[in-house]
């Protein structure tokens, strides 16, 4: 059975050991995961629920040292039974976290379906998340409209 996702202190960098298929792999965390993570009172050997984590690596907050597909790496996180809970102000926060990411293109419909299977529902639309060439396209409307 899988372990739960795990934080390790590695020097002063905090990083996700989460099993993956069958081997735990370590994740770097982006400043902005890591920042959640701390701010949800997250620190060394603590429990991350499954949901944040997987979250985390859908989002791109996560990611393998060597590298990875943010898609199927998620599909392949295991999750366990007994590991910690998010509650509702963990669940608002990472709402927040992925309002505020642009997701790889290629990611975001599996992400969507996470966030709709998970009670992240109940805290963001999926159809609010956007990839980053949805992003993009955002952010040259801007630019347009602020050449008129």
């Not at 949901?51 to 392949?76: C, I």
């Not at 630019?143 to 008129?148: E, I, N, Q, S, T």
């Amino acid at each position: 059975m899988a372990t739960p996702p795990t934080l390790v202190l590695d020097g002063e960098v905090l990083e996700l050991d989460a099993s993956v298929g069958w081997s735990r792999r370590r994740f770097d965390l982006s400043d902005r995961a890591e920042t959640l993570l701390r701010d949800l009172g997250y620190g060394n050997a603590d429990l991350v629920p499954w949901v944040t984590a997987k979250t985390l690596v859908l989002a791109g907050g996560a990611t393998l040292p060597e590298g990875n597909d943010a898609r199927d790496t998620g599909w392949s996180i295991g999750g366990a039974d007994g590991g910690r809970e998010a509650g509702e102000a963990e669940l608002r926060a990472v709402a927040d976290y992925l309002r505020g990411v642009a997701v790889e293109d290629r990611a975001l419909e599996t992400l969507r379906e996470h966030v709709r299977k998970t009670d992240l529902a109940e805290y963001v639309d999926p159809e609010e998340l956007r990839g980053r060439a949805g992003r993009v396209g955002e952010l040259n409307d801007i630019a347009r409209g602020l050449d008129r």
